[in-house]
């Protein structure tokens, strides 16, 4: 491994490491990532790391990253995939020139991490910590390490949630946490509950468990460290049981397809967005 306290700095952060660890710090600029700049600095355990490439990036610059294992680390489970490359917290970019550098890092630290597939029995990096708090476009959601709680916003909240009132949820009786990025159509932090008295509602602004997001609201940078937080919560709280993701009625299907065909004729949703989401919508009947 190298050398205990080496570091590589790149572009809106620097790599320093260690003898079993990566320690990321990530730059406060005004063209850092919001993303990187709300996390600070990271530890990552070499143990969460299952793997190290390089390849050349755009304008004269390489990437290093680093791909975590898959169950370490409750940031990466909760974006499921979503971040976009520049937001992504295991790539570091620099110019050129550093290539060989970069080429020597990326060897070390192949030579070191340890062949394990299985997903880890705990999270192997540590989530952002509470208390945490957002707000989305129907309510305003925080936790304090033990609950979630949501209140609800009189100008965006829909009667179901109104007439639910506001909630709070220990961390005991959830399974999991759903998000969808903010950036996409039907953004929204859900909350998968281990018992839940009726099947929770399909659509996220009918679900009390839920909080949707909206332009300008729920940015990644508050929602997601707030799930990760929330994941990791629940993880630590006990086993974790399996739940199926509720079914939609074929009739609400045809409303969503039919006010997502509105949205698109106003310009408010792409062609891609609108093909993207119309798929998915379909795939559920």
Do not use: C, N
Not at 82 to 92: N, S, V
Not at 256 to 273: C, F, K, P, Y
Request: charged residues 25%.
């Amino acid at each position: 491994m190298a050398r205990m306290g080496d570091v590589l700095a790149g572009f809106h952060a620097a790599w320093e490491f260690e003898s079993d660890s990566v320690l990321i710090r990530f730059e406060r600029g005004i063209r850092t990532p919001k993303l990187f700049q709300a996390l600070g600095e990271r530890r990552i355990p070499l143990e969460a790391i299952a793997g190290v490439t390089l390849t050349p990036g755009k304008r004269g610059t390489v990437v290093l990253h680093a791909v975590p294992r898959a169950g370490a680390d409750p940031l990466m489970e909760a974006a499921a995939g979503q971040l976009k490359e520049g937001g992504d917290p295991y790539r570091l970019v620099l110019p050129a020139d550093r290539e060989t550098l970069a080429e020597y890092y990326a060897d070390e630290l192949r030579a070191a991490l340890t062949e394990d597939a299985e997903p880890p029995e705990r999270y192997l990096v540590a989530p952002p910590e509470a208390p945490l708090h957002f707000k989305a476009y129907d309510g305003k959601a925080s936790f304090d390490g033990k609950a979630v709680s949501f209140r609800w916003f009189w100008t965006g909240a829909s009667s179901a949630k109104w007439k639910a009132g506001d909630q709070s949820f220990p961390v005991t009786g959830l399974s999991g946490v759903e998000w969808r990025s903010p950036e996409v159509f039907e953004g929204h932090l859900r909350l998968l509950r281990r018992e839940p008295a009726t099947a929770q509602p399909a659509q996220a602004d009918q679900d009390p468990a839920a909080v949707v997001f909206g332009l300008g609201y729920g940015p990644v940078h508050e929602s997601l460290p707030f799930a990760a937080s929330v994941l990791a919560a629940v993880r630590a709280s006990g086993p974790t049981p399996v739940t199926a993701a509720p079914r939609r009625d074929p009739a609400d299907i045809a409303d969503r397809i039919r006010h997502l065909g509105e949205l698109h004729q106003a310009g408010l949703v792409t062609d891609e967005e609108f093909t993207t989401k119309k798929a998915e919508l379909l795939a559920e009947l």
